[in-house]
Protein backbone atom coordinates (compact mmCIF):
# COMPACT_ATOMS: atom_id res chain seq x y z
CA UNK A 1 0.00 0.00 0.00
CA UNK A 2 1.01 3.65 -1.21
CA UNK A 3 -0.17 6.86 0.52
CA UNK A 4 0.61 8.24 -3.20
CA UNK A 5 -1.14 7.18 -6.10
CA UNK A 6 0.62 5.76 -9.07
CA UNK A 7 0.81 9.05 -10.76
CA UNK A 8 2.07 11.18 -7.54
CA UNK A 9 4.75 8.28 -7.31
CA UNK A 10 5.85 8.52 -10.94
CA UNK A 11 6.10 12.55 -11.04
CA UNK A 12 9.19 14.60 -9.65
CA UNK A 13 9.71 14.09 -6.25
CA UNK A 14 9.32 18.17 -4.80
CA UNK A 15 12.44 17.70 -3.14
CA UNK A 16 14.39 18.76 -6.75
CA UNK A 17 16.27 15.64 -6.69
CA UNK A 18 15.35 14.98 -10.12
CA UNK A 19 14.18 11.55 -9.01
CA UNK A 20 11.08 10.54 -8.97
CA UNK A 21 8.51 10.58 -5.47
CA UNK A 22 8.32 6.79 -5.73
CA UNK A 23 12.31 6.83 -6.35
CA UNK A 24 12.68 9.45 -3.83
CA UNK A 25 10.94 10.48 -0.96
CA UNK A 26 7.80 8.79 -1.25
CA UNK A 27 9.58 5.57 -0.56
CA UNK A 28 10.48 6.81 2.80
CA UNK A 29 7.50 7.97 3.69
CA UNK A 30 5.77 5.40 2.90
CA UNK A 31 8.07 3.04 4.90
CA UNK A 32 9.14 0.83 2.32
CA UNK A 33 12.91 2.34 2.81
CA UNK A 34 14.77 3.60 6.03
CA UNK A 35 17.26 6.63 5.43
CA UNK A 36 20.35 6.06 5.44
CA UNK A 37 21.71 9.35 5.88
CA UNK A 38 20.27 12.58 7.65
CA UNK A 39 20.26 14.51 4.24
CA UNK A 40 17.50 11.44 2.62
CA UNK A 41 15.71 12.54 6.03
CA UNK A 42 15.82 16.41 5.43
CA UNK A 43 14.65 15.87 1.79
CA UNK A 44 11.76 13.76 2.98
CA UNK A 45 10.49 15.78 5.17
CA UNK A 46 10.54 18.53 2.89
CA UNK A 47 8.23 16.44 1.02
CA UNK A 48 6.59 15.26 4.07
CA UNK A 49 5.85 19.29 4.24
CA UNK A 50 4.92 19.42 0.70
CA UNK A 51 2.44 17.03 0.41
CA UNK A 52 0.93 17.42 4.05
CA UNK A 53 2.45 13.97 5.63
CA UNK A 54 2.24 15.16 9.70
CA UNK A 55 2.78 11.44 10.46
CA UNK A 56 5.90 11.26 8.86
CA UNK A 57 7.27 14.93 9.80
CA UNK A 58 5.88 13.80 14.05
CA UNK A 59 7.80 9.95 13.38
CA UNK A 60 10.84 11.78 12.52
CA UNK A 61 11.72 14.33 15.10
CA UNK A 62 12.96 13.92 18.18
CA UNK A 63 10.98 12.64 20.58
CA UNK A 64 12.34 14.98 23.22
CA UNK A 65 12.21 17.85 20.99
CA UNK A 66 9.04 17.00 18.64
CA UNK A 67 6.19 19.96 18.84
CA UNK A 68 2.78 18.92 20.91
CA UNK A 69 0.67 21.32 18.06
CA UNK A 70 0.74 20.55 14.77
CA UNK A 71 3.56 20.71 12.50
CA UNK A 72 2.26 21.77 9.12
CA UNK A 73 0.79 24.89 8.43
CA UNK A 74 -1.75 24.83 5.23
CA UNK A 75 -1.29 28.28 4.75
CA UNK A 76 2.35 27.62 3.54
CA UNK A 77 2.52 25.81 -0.43
CA UNK A 78 6.13 24.47 -0.19
CA UNK A 79 7.95 25.79 -4.26
CA UNK A 80 11.18 24.29 -3.55
CA UNK A 81 14.41 23.00 -2.06
CA UNK A 82 17.88 23.76 -2.23
CA UNK A 83 20.36 21.48 -0.03
CA UNK A 84 23.04 24.02 0.37
CA UNK A 85 25.61 21.33 2.45
CA UNK A 86 25.69 19.03 4.49
CA UNK A 87 28.28 17.39 7.12
CA UNK A 88 28.66 14.31 8.75
CA UNK A 89 30.17 15.01 12.46
CA UNK A 90 30.27 11.23 13.42
CA UNK A 91 28.18 8.26 12.35
CA UNK A 92 25.49 9.74 14.56
CA UNK A 93 25.60 13.37 14.15
CA UNK A 94 25.05 15.32 11.13
CA UNK A 95 23.82 18.71 9.87
CA UNK A 96 22.27 19.50 6.90
CA UNK A 97 22.16 23.62 4.74
CA UNK A 98 19.20 24.19 3.02
CA UNK A 99 16.76 26.44 1.70
CA UNK A 100 12.85 26.04 1.36
CA UNK A 101 11.02 28.51 -0.86
CA UNK A 102 7.10 29.30 0.29
CA UNK A 103 4.06 31.27 -0.58
CA UNK A 104 2.24 32.01 2.66
CA UNK A 105 -1.47 32.49 1.94
CA UNK A 106 -1.94 35.70 -0.26
CA UNK A 107 1.32 36.77 -0.08
CA UNK A 108 4.32 36.56 -2.12
CA UNK A 109 6.88 33.83 -1.59
CA UNK A 110 9.69 33.43 1.66
CA UNK A 111 12.70 31.54 1.84
CA UNK A 112 13.19 29.56 5.27
CA UNK A 113 16.94 29.15 5.26
CA UNK A 114 18.70 26.67 8.43
CA UNK A 115 21.37 24.70 9.32
CA UNK A 116 19.32 21.27 10.99
CA UNK A 117 20.75 18.92 13.59
CA UNK A 118 20.25 15.14 12.98
CA UNK A 119 21.35 12.57 15.38
CA UNK A 120 20.83 8.55 14.80
CA UNK A 121 19.25 6.82 17.87
CA UNK A 122 18.72 3.42 17.47
CA UNK A 123 19.69 3.05 13.51
CA UNK A 124 16.97 5.53 12.80
CA UNK A 125 18.04 9.36 11.89
CA UNK A 126 15.95 11.95 13.49
CA UNK A 127 15.70 15.68 12.87
CA UNK A 128 16.73 17.69 16.48
CA UNK A 129 15.98 21.21 16.07
CA UNK A 130 17.86 24.11 13.96
CA UNK A 131 18.93 27.40 13.49
CA UNK A 132 17.43 29.46 11.29
CA UNK A 133 20.26 32.16 9.44
CA UNK A 134 19.41 35.67 7.46
CA UNK A 135 15.57 35.89 8.99
ZN1 LIG B 1 12.83 13.53 -2.81
Known sequence: MSFFTDKQNAAPCPCGSGLTLGQCCGKF????????????????????????????????????????????????????????STHEIDDKHATVEFIARARVGGSGAVRHHEVSRFEKRQDLWYYVDGDVLDK
Open 29 to 84: IDLDATPQKAVEVMRARYTAFALGHEDWLRATWAANKRPRKKIIDPQYKWLGLKII
